[in-house]
């Protein structure tokens, strides 16, 4: 314990709320199409998503493993530049969530990373190779597989079901949605968790005190799956909106098909080591299921935002990262003090500024817009 240091505290904590965020940020990856279809009520769902993202942190630690010995040189990292990565990451988590934009967090993640630990060690402190291979390919090629994967299953599914009568129909394919909406959790909780594990990891590592190339400890397993846990229940309402309604009018069999295509990517790619973004398997995913269904409406124009904060968030993390990590490198413990302060006011700003269009349970499927100003209330007597 006596590696345990004010600062790796900080850092630990602030990498828990980290993965909080990642939480309630990414919810609705696994249920937003189960809330838009009626297969689970909304609380219902986050509930259950909440469950099994806690299992799911205890099936694997091979992401964990690539984030904490892979895409940077833990032998230069020190506790501030991972703190200054952290950051970058939440701020991001937070911005998104406000206009309701299914951003990437783990890309948040990795950009903050990035960013803080190339301008605190110097550019050879990123292994960008590894950065390519374990992040950038599975980025570009994820959402185009379970995109494909969506589209041909819902045309399977509305192909072989054509002659069925409708309600029969939902109500099968509602009942499989709890099936494959709790694998997409199971498989979130397997997937997102161990990033946040990874980030501990690595700061134990930097810290001495645990040796290099280690895997995170069964408290660390534990801790991260609860935060993001607590963080599913909680329901990130305003990014379900946009994924459930905002896309494309999801019915049953749709939902089912993302479902069922995000699980298995996501899956795979832990087994595997690949540091995917589950939200953009996701939203891929439901992309191909708006497709596969004929007469189906997509809307494009949501689509294109939501791509290009997918093309912006490691940069956007990064540029935050690197500005942190220079003022705790320059100005160290008063450096670190600042960056935290700074950050607190913005994230608190952000969470107020949401109070004036709450999203919540009860609203979650009025409309797929999430807009920031409500407009004036007509006043009595006013002229039509």
Known sequence: MDHITFLVAVVIVTALAFDFTNGFHDTANAMATS????????????????????????????????????IVD??????????AGLVGAILWNLLTWLVGLPSSSSHALFGGLIGAVWVGAGSHGVHFDKVVEKILIPAVASPVVAGVAALIATFLAYKLTVRARKDSVTKGFRL?????????????GTN?????????????????????????????????GLAIGLGTYLGGWRIIRTMGKGLTEIQSPQGFAAETASTTVILTSAHLGFALSTTQVASGSILGAGLGRKLAEVRWGIAGRM??????????AALVGGVSASAVKHGGNFGTVVVALAGAAVAAGIVLLSRRNPVSAHNVNDHHEVALRAEPPARVGAAA
């Open 35 to 70: 809330i838009a279809t009626g297969a689970l009520k909304p609380r219902t769902a986050v509930l259950v998503s909440g469950a099994l993202n806690i299992v799911g942190a205890f099936l694997s630690t091979e992401v964990a493993k690539t984030i904490s010995g892979g």
């Open 74 to 83: 833990d032998t230069l990292v020190s506790p501030g530049m991972i703190f």
């Open 176 to 188: 499989g949605q709890i099936a494959s909406a709790s694998l997409v959790s199971l498989a979130h």
């Open 192 to 224: 997102d968790a161990q990033k946040t594990m990874g980030v501990i990891t690595l700061t134990l590592i930097s810290a001495g005190a645990l040796g290099h190339d280690a895997g995170p400890p069964v408290w660390v397993i534990a801790s991260a």
């Open 307 to 316: 791509v290009a904060a997918w093309l912006i968030t490691l940069p956007a």
